[in-house]
């Protein structure tokens, strides 16, 4: 499967050979040993290090419901009448499937792929960068895209890469992307990284959005085992990132609601940043997008954030 897609995720191997996840982890540790592949978190990839990305067809079929239930969460973030940049990614494509139902919107986006979900939305106008076309994820790349973006000033900037870490923030794996992500996030007064839990404690070769820059990261929840992903989340607050995790719909161990798939939790800043007010302390929010009751079952898992 890692040779056909160059990537898998752990649940994704788990639900086709039949057997737990953590069958699955030991026999990806020994193909490791072999050199077969490299372990990533949440998943498998063919050897590369930090320099090998995958290309589309291959992320496409990464952690696919989580990121269905990231871009649901990321979605409720948008105003009516609202301008945004919208950067390259699969996860931020699933974003502008559902951004094409907010009126009056304006969208700013390098990404074929975001311009073609938003195509027949009759009320939002997208406005593409120049460029050069970057096939691998059908992005438009280089000083003509970069230079397209300056005087642009939009209220936030949705971004996806390869990895987040604490200590840099996000990165991807190739330079061209990189350079323009950066001037995306020139552009916009806030910024929204979109990750799944995969990606957390992955770090890849060129920095996009140091961790000061992030405003707000929407995630989903790590599974119980991820041990390295929750101490993540937690040094990410640390620093002042705002964290919305979402649940994630079609995981195994059971159907979820459609309350549960919106649900979403808000860790605020600590401390004051960029000019704002300090708040009381670092309190941990939970809330729903439906605005229902909390339930017994996510108010154990706010026990447990705060003991971690």
């Known amino acids: 499967m890692v040779r056909a897609n ?35 978190h949440g998943g498998a990839v063919l050897p590369g290090g930090f320099t090998r990305e995958s290309g589309f067809p291959q992320k496409s079929h990464l952690a696919t419901a989580e990121k269905t239930a990231i871009a649901d969460l990321a979605a409720s973030l948008v105003e009516e009448g609202e301008a945004i940049v919208v950067g390259a990614g699969t996860t931020t494509q699933e974003l502008a499937r559902r951004l094409a139902r907010v009126p009056g919107l304006t969208v700013v986006t390098n990404s074929l792929l975001v311009a073609q979900a ?19 994820n059908y992005a438009l790349v280089g000083s003509g895209a970069e230079q397209s973006l300056q005087g642009l000033r939009v209220s936030r900037a949705f971004l996806s890469g390869s990895g987040l870490t604490a ?4 990165s991807t794996s190739n330079m061209l992307s990189a ?12 910024v929204v990284v979109l990750a799944d839990h995969t990606k957390l404690g992955t770090d890849t070769m060129f920095q996009t959005v140091p961790t000061d820059l992030i ?3 929407v995630t989903d929840e790590p599974p119980a085992h991820d041990d390295r992903a929750a101490t993540e989340l937690q040094a990410l607050a640390d620093q002042g990132v705002q964290i919305a995790v979402a649940g994630a719909s079609g995981a195994p161990g059971g159907d979820q609601s459609p309350a549960r798939q919106q649900q979403r939790r808000d860790v605020p800043l600590p401390g004051p940043r960029r000019g704002q007010v300090p708040s009381p302390g670092p309190t941990l929010r939970t809330a729903t997008a439906l605005g229902e009751p909390i339930p017994g079952a996510e108010r154990a898992r706010v026990a447990d954030l705060r003991r971690r």
């Open 179 to 190: 350079s323009v992500d950066r001037a995306l996030v020139q552009a916009a007064a806030e």
């Open 118 to 136: 938003l195509a027949h939305a009759n009320r939002v106008e997208v406005v593409m960068t120049g460029g050069t076309l970057r096939g691998s």
């Open 215 to 217: 405003t707000r990261l």
């Open 6 to 40: 160059g990537a898998v995720s752990l649940r994704e191997l788990a639900r086709v050979v039949q057997t737990s996840e953590v069958t699955v982890r030991r026999d990806v540790r020994a193909l490791e040993a072999e050199g077969l592949l490299d372990r990533r």
């Open 167 to 170: 200590e840099r923030g996000l």
